[in-house]
């Protein structure tokens, strides 16, 4: 199905052979999931016509699909759905297994404070441009601010019970901060009252 504002968005895909079981990376909606949505969005933003995305994504999954069904596992490695998918998305491409790392970087997108010449945050000591710095850009011209509030949210969403113990709330950007700032006021008032 083509999106409205296509090719600003990629096509969502449903299958309707009934060949490809529900729980099998798919949506709410059945709608497959063809990967990580920013991963989506980055390699159909690279090419944006149709016979690509579906020589591409499509077939990647179709192939990932049938080579399940023989082998009973994915052929790359699996990436989880939802938020965890997020969250190893970017693991992977900012090659760390630290969440506060991916969170701190996130920030940067999210409140639109990247500069090449600050000091990364991942503590390596080198300055943005010359570590961390060039799949960021990349990324910047991938997608908006909002969704990288949404990435980081869902990253949020990934963190196990002992990740939560002694978490850095300032890691969050800022709107989402704000956000969840305001939802636990909320529910202090609503506390009080009863
Ligand atoms: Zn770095």
């Known amino acids: 199905m083509l999106p409205r504002d296509y090719p600003d ?32 969005w980055r390699r159909f933003k690279a090419d944006p016509r149709l016979v690509t995305f579906v020589e591409t994504l499509v077939v990647e ?8 069904e023989k082998h009973g596992e994915m052929p790359f490695g699996e990436l989880s759905h939802g938020a965890n998918g997020i969250r190893e998305y970017y693991q992977d491409l900012f090659n760390t ?3 506060q790392i991916v969170l701190s970087l996130l920030k940067l997108m999210a409140d639109g404070t990247y500069r090449g010449h600050h000091v990364c945050p991942c503590g390596s000591g080198k300055i943005l441009r010359r570590c961390h710095g060039a799949s960021m ?20 969403y990934s963190l196990k019970e002992s990740e939560m113990k002694d978490f850095d709330w300032s890691l969050l950007p800022k709107a989402l901060k704000k956000e969840l700032d305001e939802m636990a006021r909320e529910q202090a008032k609503r506390e009080k009252c009863a």
Not at 61 to 68: C, E, Q, R, S, V
């Open 9 to 40: 968005s990629p096509p969502t895909v449903q299958e309707t052979g009934g060949r490809i079981p529900p729980n099998f990376h798919q949506y709410g909606d059945r709608t497959l999931c063809l990967g990580a949505p920013v991963e989506v």
């Open 137 to 156: 850009l990349d990324l910047l011209k991938q997608q908006s601010k909002e969704r990288f509030i949404r990435d980081a949210t869902n990253v949020l």
């Open 97 to 99: 297994d630290d969440v």
């Open 61 to 68: 999954y179709l192939y990932g699909y049938a080579y399940f």
